[in-house]
């Protein structure tokens, strides 16, 4: 068995640096237009306009984005964009890409001056297969550029409100696209191996923790599954509503498994019956929030589910630190291993609260953060 789980965490290890190495390489080094500085916006807070009248609204009404972060916060208004993109300098197939998978409503139209020449109407509030490209990001083909195209984008979405957008010449988005595939099969095949592994030898072990641990690691993939929209285009595909709640209910169970991991691992009770009882009601509380998401409107439920959940990313953490401090021999990894996911975890809440803008989509962190974490998790188990 010692030296069953050895040969995992050393391919999990090298899983880990492969994963970091072609997220930094895919993430930062390919050519793509950032379009996000200089667009101008509007909020339509009484939901009154249309495509018509959006054209006529006066200049001064308009704000200009002065950052490469095109982001605004939680909000059920819908927010209208307005660029232009230059005239090609060949005549090769552009793509525009909208690098958020969460967005509830997204309506896009291509002017020529005063003429629409195309358009389209997505979002996570339609079936997957009515995107004009089925891609877990949105991604509309642009028309001809012999001349500069007006662009107007209306965004509305019950969650965080982030619009990254990005122009691609085909070929190379192409290119990307591959190199993304590649990092993501080797994230979700490492996290459902290190799951499947541990449900194995809770199997041949009868120990709750490895079962406890594989639920925790296979939830976290089907989080990070959703946060990319790699669920809705493999998983629920034709659930609306599942892709809506997905990301709350998915990371509402990955937390409920990490308290109960915690409190099992660390054997808490011995330690201190009356914290061992506070993570029991921690997780209730996230029991209840589990239920709660099933009915209620994202929109109103996210904002509580997160503040609860850097609560509770404190919490364990803290633990950790307590438990080291007393000497515990398991909790001076365990603590090391939950600093990557608690750093990642508490800079996307962050980020998805509108607190902070990051540079690197936060998506990416939580995938390295959850790489490291997992294999240090599983060395701890070990």
Known sequence: MTKQYDLVLWISLLSVLTIFALVANTTFSNPRENISRGVKYFEDSKQSLDIISVQTLPQNLWQQEQSDVLSFAMTKHPYWLTFDIAPAENKDSWLLELDYALLDKVSIWFFNEQEIISEYHVGDAKVFIQRPLEHEKFLFSTPSREQTLRVIIRVQSGGALKIPLRLWQESSYLVYSGEQSIV??????????????????????????????????????????????????????????????????????????????????????????????????????????????????????????????????????????????????????????????????FAASLDNLSLIKLDISYHYLLMIGASIETSLLALVLA
């Open 184 to 345: 993501m099969g080797l994230f979700f095949g490492f996290m459902a191996a290190m799951g499947l592994s541990n449900l194995f030898f809770f199997i041949t072990t009868r120990l709750n923790t490895f079962l406890i641990y594989s639920a925790y690691v296979l939830c976290l993939a089907l989080s990070l599954a959703a946060l990319h929209g790699l669920g809705y285009k493999y998983l629920w595909p034709n659930s609306p509503w599942l892709q809506e709640h997905s990301t709350t209910l998915f990371a509402s169970a990955t937390t409920f498994f990490a308290v109960i991991f915690t409190d099992l691992l660390l054997d808490v009770k011995s330690h201190s019956p009356r914290l061992s009882k506070v993570l029991k009601a921690s997780a209730g509380l996230l029991l209840l929030c589990l239920l709660i998401g099933l009915f209620l409107p994202h929109a109103l439920f996210v904002k509580g589910f997160l503040f609860i959940f850097i609560l509770l990313i404190l919490l364990i953490f803290s633990v950790g630190i307590w438990l080291w401090a007393k000497g515990v021999p398991l909790a001076k990894l365990y603590t090391l291993a939950w600093l990557a996911p608690f750093l990642s975890g």
